[in-house]
Nanobody, 122 residues
């Protein structure tokens, strides 16, 4: 069983940056495909970005391409989400997700964190 704990959320002004972290435990981190999702009030959860278990492939939602970067640190069992040029529409709860031997996919994750709130003020 894999446990995921996100951190790094907060309040930031539009145009600013935040870095989210997700630490995994209880599994073999290096074989986990990892993703970030978000859910804004009144909206469905949506895929933001993913990275495959090798770290060699990533994918991004069109809305965040060029602004967000996903990376992984296998030594620290951590996946990071660097968010730059934040917009008010990026306001949401951000969730980390994991799938053993997974690719950078937008669905099908087995494990989920509890989420961290990101609020972007305009």
């Amino acid at each position: 069983q894999v446990q995921l704990v996100e951190s790094g959320g907060g309040l930031v002004q539009a145009g600013g940056s935040l870095r989210l972290s997700c630490v995994a435990s209880g599994g073999t981190f290096r074989i986990l495909g990892l993703g970030w999702f978000r859910q804004a009030p009144g909206k469905e959860r949506e895929f933001v970005t993913g990275i495959d278990w090798t770290g060699g492939s990533t994918s991004y939602a069109d809305s965040v391409k060029g602004r967000f970067t996903i990376s992984r640190d296998n030594a620290k069992n951590t996946v990071l989400l660097q968010m730059n040029s934040l917009k008010s529409e990026d306001t949401a709860v951000y969730y980390c997700a994991a799938l053993p031997l997974g690719g950078p996919r937008p669905q099908g994750y087995d494990y989920w964190g509890q989420g961290t709130q990101v609020t972007v003020s305009s």
